[in-house]
């Protein structure tokens, strides 16, 4: 048992730690919470205590391992010393495949990257779930899935590893076949499948010390023995342990162990035959934007093929797909139509992606009203004021007015360029600056 008489530090209650602490206090010797950027209430640093949780704003010579967010900028970590430091990822990993749950009986699959988490996620448990009762922990919330249907069973936790023990805690009395969890920056090492759906668009973490590509790598260095990898092919060489299996995926035609046919016709086709799962077909419905989902649905069918789900199941699943909310889907808002992309995972691109849609689906005479920006007080990596600014300068011809949101994003100006401090007064002011059947487009980072 890794903390098993040990006095144990937890650094940062603000991303997960204070489920963490909790857990790790269950068979430590004692366990300080360190609220590192001095955000946590009195009332939930007394509850810590109450509960028999110390807490202190740095670590005493008495602890005998450190266990620190991947993202810690190095300048706020106190000297370790010869301690021994390991990450959440790692410690929530100890403890899922630990005694705490070591009586789970379900499968569990873990998925990371940069794009298309909550959308492969939700795809497998759509899919899984038609054979198998599935439990889910995404950015939609903790949802039990059963014959292609979800329950929400909790919302608001983040997806940081140590929500995963709340999730955990929320489903207490599901005995589900499968778990799936979405997680920020890596793998916890508790999987028999393991999923990095994409590593584009890197940015840099640990006040600027390190990248989300080298944790999100976590997938790998903490692998299970004797699980899987699936991988996306654009990703490259990897080296996992020797009894580590890898499969690649890509929606790139003859790219990877499994692939997409083609992406952008009408019936897609997704070759699975390294996987003895054949070819899946399908038609993609209408509502949303497909090409914005070809990496999720390609990932998502590689590893229901991996679970053995059918692929009867998996073909009827991608046939009664219809978006994921506030993923490039096409909605009803209040008799205009809404290409609804706000998400935290929005990035820059995908604005170019639902502008190109909205453009698509608009008639002669609709006006467009571009929705674009962050609420940042809910996401931890925003929206580039440059990127936006050039975007508003390449594409403000396209619509008829921009609204930018966010307190960054209040510089930069134009004659068609109006701002807002929320996604729900963006909509409003949306909604005043078109009439009937014309288009909204929101492209918001926010968590939802």
Known sequence: MLFENKDVAVIDLTHGGIPLARHIARQARSVTGIDIYGTVGGEILSGLEQDGIKTADKINTDIDLIVAPVHLNPALMPDSGERTVITHHRAVGELISGILYGSLDGKVVEITGTL??????????????????????????????????????????????????????????????????????GGTGAAELGIITSLDNEYTIAGGSSTSTRAKMQMVDYAKHGSTLLVNASVGQIDPPDDVKIITFSDTPGKGDVYMNDPHTGIRTINCESLDCGTIRFMPGPGYDPSSYSTAMVCAAAAACILDVGLGNIESALLDFQGVHGRMRQVE??????????????????VGHALEYAKN???????????????????????????????TIEHGSDVDDIILVGERMEGIS?????????????????ESLTKENDIIISCVKCFR
């Open 333 to 350: 808002w209040a008799g205009r139509k809404m290409v609804d992309n706000s998400n935290s995972g929005m990035n820059i691109n995908s």
């Open 116 to 185: 298309a988490k909550t959308s492969t996620a939700t795809l497998l448990a759509d899919m899984a779930s038609r054979s198998m009762s599935v439990l889910s922990h995404t950015t939609r919330g903790v949802e039990h899935w059963q014959k292609g249907v979800p329950i929400k069973v909790h919302h608001g936790l983040s997806i940081a590893p140590g929500s995963i023990l709340e999730a955990l805690e929320h489903a207490a009395d599901i005995n589900p076949d499968l778990y799936i969890f979405e997680v920020s920056l």
């Open 414 to 430: 134009g004659n068609n360029i109006h701002h807002a401090d929320s996604l729900d007064r963006a909509i409003e002011m949306a």
């Open 361 to 391: 689906i608009a008639k002669t005479g609709n006006r467009l009203v571009l929705a674009l920006g962050e609420e940042a007080k809910q996401v931890c990596e925003g929206l580039d004021p440059g990127d936006v600014s050039t975007f």
